[in-house]
């Protein structure tokens, strides 16, 4: 997953000095689209510990998106759904719209459907607007000519 989020930060870099086109080639992240959520009680823990590595490492991401936010804000670079729109490299995003590590690390939900623990209503309301988020996060990219998405559900 952070390998499929270095692509979403660095594919048209890439692209860009092989001296290829966007269209002459297609980045494939296996997820790595990670979403800017406070977890099911409301605690802003994995987006604030992106955004300490973030201040830390000197924010490094998508060039584009580096340009678009002030420097106080580049940590938004850190998360596609900020981004998603100037990704010019054709994209098809290979990512469950229940992401384990976004149930476990962002979301912190303490249990799993059908696995593990039983959900209160407040998890599992959580739980299911998973992918709904993913789909508005990624629509910029996903839904340009020459772009898809395979977010499975299972």
Request: include cysteine; hydrophobic fraction near 40%; aromatic fraction near 10%.
């Amino acid at each position: 997953s952070a390998g499929a989020s270095t692509v979403l930060w660095h594919a048209d870099r890439i692209v860009a000095g092989l001296g290829l086109t966007p269209g002459q080639a297609v980045a494939i992240p296996d997820a790595g689209f990670f979403l800017d959520r406070t977890d099911v009680n409301g605690i802003d823990c994995w987006p604030n510990q992106m955004r300490s590595l973030a201040a830390v490492s000197g924010a490094r991401g998508h060039a584009r998106c580096l340009e678009r936010y002030p420097p106080t804000e580049a940590w938004r670079c850190m998360f596609p759904e900020y981004f998603a729109d100037l990704i010019s490299t054709r994209t098809l995003i290979v990512q469950s719209l229940y992401d384990s590590s976004e149930i476990q690390y962002t979301l912190r939900l303490g249990c799993f459907p059908g696995d593990g623990p039983a959900c209160s209503q407040q998890q599992m309301r959580v739980f299911q607007q998973m992918p709904s988020q993913h789909m508005r996060a990624w629509a910029p990219l996903v839904n340009r000519s020459g772009n898809g998405v395979w977010g499975i559900a299972c």
